[in-house]
């Protein structure tokens, strides 16, 4: 995702606008960036100086926001229509409207693309040392958020916080530090080798006077490992599938050993496979480093087999928050997608897994489609889906 260094955000979420590269993007930039300015270059790290691994001035901007794990998070699973997450109402927010332990988060967050406001109002916790996945239909404000949470979008209201301070106010290498984050397509710089581009996620690290070092050495062969990327290094990017580039660039993300993550539909291009590689390794990185990550997924049971926390949202507003096994009800898979279906235990983790209705069948009868909440109460049931439901929805 490429964006110039002083352009602005515009378009809507499913088509967000590219962002330039240090840690996950590209293109060069000639300065810093004021974040204020609404500016697209994630942490708007201009970058005119520390050399990358092939002794090669390294021209990229960061795509970095800051925090770091530690601590329990709630566990409390909320219907939330005025969007507070981690944070709703004390009577819905569990014992004593405790919120979970937090260092990244957002209050009164309002975004939006020209004059269309995607994200209305939204409060969020993303708990410390946790993996929270972040859910929903299309065009709901999912990927327009985790910008947000990766400073690569100005607020239009309210503000995102790190340490309870504002993201603008942190300077901008100290958060590219912190935080890295993956957009959802990013673009590599023409003719660029693989190498040269995990390498890039080293780039917060460097100074004038301190530049390619043993430790990036390691971190860049380490988290090319990882990614099953090794093997890829000399290769241009250009010449990659979809999945191999997919796979570059998390290694990307992954060489700039943040404290935490935001990945923005990590599996796109990926074959089941690697999907479940890419998963099990943000599971890994969470357990064995003490990684928080974010992440947008598509696929709702992919997301409640690996998160620890699950958000889901409709309508730029969040609508329910906790632990998968209580977020993940028949209802809830109606009301936020329009989808009738069963909800029944995985067979191999024990998490929710949706079974959606029987496809279309010729003679089989109309099949009533459940689309934006409209007409729920009405549509016909699939059959089985009024018994087997993987816990509720509060309300």
């Known amino acids: 995702m490429t964006e110039s260094p002083n352009s602005t955000a515009a378009g809507p979420e499913p088509a967000a606008p590219a962002a330039s590269p240090v840690t996950p993007g590209t293109a060069s930039a000639t300065g810093p ?14 970058v005119n100086g520390p050399t990358g691994r ?14 770091s794990p530690s601590g329990p998070a709630g566990d409390t699973t909320v219907a939330n229509p005025s969007g507070a997450a981690g944070g709703g109402a004390a009577a819905d927010a569990g014992p004593a409207g405790a919120r979970p332990v937090s260092r990244l988060g957002a209050r009164g967050l309002t975004l939006a693309y020209e004059e269309r406001t995607v994200v ?59 935080v890295g984050l993956l957009p959802q397509t990013p673009v590599a710089p023409d003719a660029i080798t693989v190498a040269d581009l995990v390498a890039r996620g080293r780039q ?53 050993e943040t404290d935490l993550l935001l990945l923005d539909e990590p599996t796109t291009y990926l074959d089941i496979s690697h999907q479940v590689e890419v998963l099990d390794l943000v599971r890994q990185l969470n357990h064995e480093r003490g990684r928080t990550v974010v992440a947008v997924l598509h696929d709702l049971n992919q997301a409640a087999r690996y998160a620890d926390h699950l958000v889901a949202m ?12 209580e977020v993940v009800t028949a209802r809830l898979v109606r009301e936020v997608f329009g989808l009738e ?28 489609a459940v689309r934006d909440g409209a007409g729920a109460d009405d549509a016909a049931s699939v059959e089985g889906a009024e018994g087997v439901e993987g816990g509720g929805l509060p309300g």
Do not use: F
């Open 33 to 46: 960036t004021d974040e204020n300015a609404g500016t697209g270059t994630g942490g708007g790290m201009g």
């Open 54 to 67: 092939d002794g090669r001035v390294a021209d990229t901007a960061d795509h970095t926001a800051g925090a």
């Open 120 to 178: 209305d109002g939204l409060d969020l916790d993303v708990p410390d040392g946790e993996v929270t996945v972040i859910v929903g239909p299309n065009a709901c404000g999912k990927s327009t958020l985790l910008r947000a949470l990766g400073r690569l979008l100005k607020p239009r209201g309210g503000a995102v916080l790190l340490d309870g301070a504002e993201l603008s106010r942190i300077p901008t290498r100290k958060i590219a530090q912190a």
């Open 204 to 256: 917060p690290h460097q100074h004038w006077w301190r530049q390619w070092s043993d430790e990036d050495e390691r971190a860049v062969t380490d988290a090319m490992a990882r990614t099953d990327t090794t093997a890829l290094a000399a290769r241009s990017v250009d010449e990659l599938s979809g999945g191999q580039r997919q796979r570059v660039w998390i290694a990307m993300a992954l060489a700039q």
């Open 314 to 325: 409709k309508n730029g507003r969040i609508v329910a928050y906790g632990r998968p096994s």
């Open 341 to 368: 279906s069963v909800v029944v235990p995985d067979p191999v983790t024990g998490s929710p897994l949706v079974v959606p209705g029987a496809p279309w069948q010729a003679g089989a009868g109309a099949r009533t």
